[in-house]
């Protein structure tokens, strides 16, 4: 995506990410903004090239070639600090876009216009032509007039094939939990990820599994909730380690019955390489142009460790937006309110650093989160199943549960913008928790 710096106004980044959408371009590329008056143009004029004249929009490519913005492909043009390639620079005169916006509209449109001209001269096109002109006129007016749409996805797959980390690298936030143990995440957690004119709304769901508690039931009531028509489209995640099990052939089956258009991401391509994940896409063609018109409309492989086809899996799913305007504020990331992704913070540490000593059960509630405090106080509950685990939780002289307060807090501030946090946790045994409705109520679920 693009990455603005300088006099950026609030529309810019939406037609910036427009731009990147609809030109199907990958990475992350950075271009700085300067709005400048007549003179300040006629100086910037008269320097860079030599016209002692005043004009709308300058550009200041830097780039020879358009390709995937990353620093392997322009190694000299990567900019450290803001991780990534720097396309130019753009100079737009507010000045003559207030005398232009006369005839062609209100001033903030023609800036706007201006914006997205001097960023389709950044990326190649050019005017000099008749036949030039009609086809960078076309992609102005396209970008210009994009209205807003949005597109709600049910994330489904088997437990730990990496449907969280997958929702997490488009989203660009932590919204979901990500652990080595199975069936990490329990709740319909919705992550939302918007870029320009386009919304994704994710619905992350558990691994399927068979329910045996009711923290199973609701986990596993989530996933039909997710997949009886609240989606606009299905994305089923497979593990490429384990290949393509029986139970994954008859998850898509049964997908392809559904009316929604079906994604497959062959994830952990890092773990397998080109030849480890082939005779997992080979297997996968026969779903792809099946003749009863049931077919699997693309199959990506993925891996979020690396970032490989992320941003087209993420492009894959902007072109199913359809109209109707967002379903959440731009700025959102998640629906889930700020105690239930502090609980789910400390989770994420605990199943972490005590890997195969506890089994599943561990939840955490949010007592108190008091930010008129500096720093800010969060007192939570670790809640066990047995008096043995608490021990394990707590470990040697409180070692574990400080390491993962620890842990967790970096997290959370980091999730509250920075701000200092003082976090205690308190371990408390609740025999038999996950098939107690009050206790699974107060942690959230």
């Known amino acids: 995506m693009f990455k603005l710096t300088g006099d950026v106004k609030p529309e810019f980044n939406r037609l910036a990410d427009i731009i990147f959408y609809k030109l199907k371009l990958c990475g992350n590329a950075t271009v700085d903004i300067a709005i400048v008056d007549d003179e300040q143009m006629r100086v910037l004029n008269r320097d860079t090239r030599g016209k002692d004249y005043t004009t709308d929009v300058l550009s200041y490519p830097a780039l020879d070639k358009i390709t995937e913005f990353t620093q392997k492909n322009y190694p000299n043009d990567y900019d450290e600090d803001r991780r990534a390639v720097v396309l130019g620079d753009i100079a737009i005169n507010e000045n003559a876009a207030a005398r232009q916006a006369k005839e062609y509209g209100t001033g903030e449109r023609e800036i706007n216009y201006l914006f997205v001209h001097g960023m389709l001269h950044i990326l190649?096109?050019?005017?000099?032509?008749?036949?030039?002109?009609?086809?960078?006129?076309?992609?102005?007016?396209?970008?210009?007039a994009e209205q807003d749409k949005s597109v709600v996805v049910a994330v489904i797959g088997r437990p730990n094939a990496g449907k969280s980390s997958i929702v997490n690298a488009i989203v660009g936030e932590k919204v979901s939990i990500v652990s080595p143990k199975p069936q990490?995440?329990?709740?319909?957690?919705?992550?939302?990820?918007?870029?320009?004119?386009?919304?994704?709304?994710?619905?992350?769901?558990?691994?399927?599994?068979?329910?045996?508690?009711?923290?199973?039931?609701?986990?596993?009531?989530?996933?039909?909730?997710?997949?009886?028509?609240?989606?606009?489209v299905v994305l089923?995640?497979?593990?490429?380690?384990?290949?393509?099990?029986?139970?994954?052939?008859?998850?898509?089956?049964?997908?392809?019955?559904?009316?929604?258009?079906?994604?497959?991401?062959?994830?952990?391509?890092?773990?397998?390489?080109y030849e480890g994940v082939y005779p997992v896409l080979e297997k996968l063609n026969r779903y792809m142009s099946r003749k009863d018109g049931r077919s699997v409309k693309d199959v990506i492989p993925t891996s979020c460790k690396t970032g490989q086809n992320i941003d087209l899996l993420k492009n894959a799913l902007f072109d199913e937006?359809?109209?109707?305007?967002?379903?959440?504020?731009?700025?959102?990331?998640?629906?889930?309110?700020?105690?239930?992704?502090?609980?789910?913070?400390?989770?994420?540490?605990?199943?972490?650093?005590?890997?195969?000593?506890?089994?599943?059960?561990?939840?955490?509630?949010?007592r108190k989160v008091d930010e008129t405090t500096d720093p800010i106080h969060i007192s939570c509950d670790v809640i066990v199943d047995k008096q043995s685990h608490k021990q394990i939780v707590i470990g040697d002289g409180g070692e574990m549960i400080k390491r993962i307060g620890k842990s967790a807090r970096r997290d959370i501030e980091q999730l509250l913008g920075g701000s200092q946090v003082f976090l205690e946790l308190f371990v408390k045994v609740r025999q038999g928790w996950r098939d107690r409705t009050d206790i699974l109520k107060d942690i959230g679920y």
Do not use: W
């Open 236 to 273: 089923v995640v497979l593990d490429s380690t384990k290949g393509i099990t029986d139970a994954d052939e008859r998850l898509i089956e049964e997908r392809l019955k559904c009316r929604a258009p079906l994604y497959v991401a062959v994830n952990k391509t890092d773990l397998k390489g």
């Open 321 to 366: 937006c359809k109209d109707g305007g967002f379903l959440f504020p731009k700025d959102e990331f998640t629906d889930r309110p700020i105690k239930f992704l502090i609980g789910e913070a400390v989770r994420e540490k605990a199943l972490l650093f005590l890997q195969d000593e506890i089994p599943h059960g561990v939840g955490v509630s949010v």
């Open 124 to 144: 190649g096109y050019d005017h000099m032509t008749d036949e030039d002109k009609k086809k960078m006129r076309a992609v102005e007016e396209s970008v210009l």
């Open 184 to 232: 990490t995440t329990r709740d319909r957690i919705t992550g939302i990820c918007t870029e320009g004119s386009r919304q994704i709304v994710f619905l992350d769901t558990p691994g399927m599994f068979k329910p045996r508690t009711k923290l199973d039931e609701h986990m596993d009531k989530s996933i039909r909730s997710s997949l009886g028509g609240d989606a606009d």
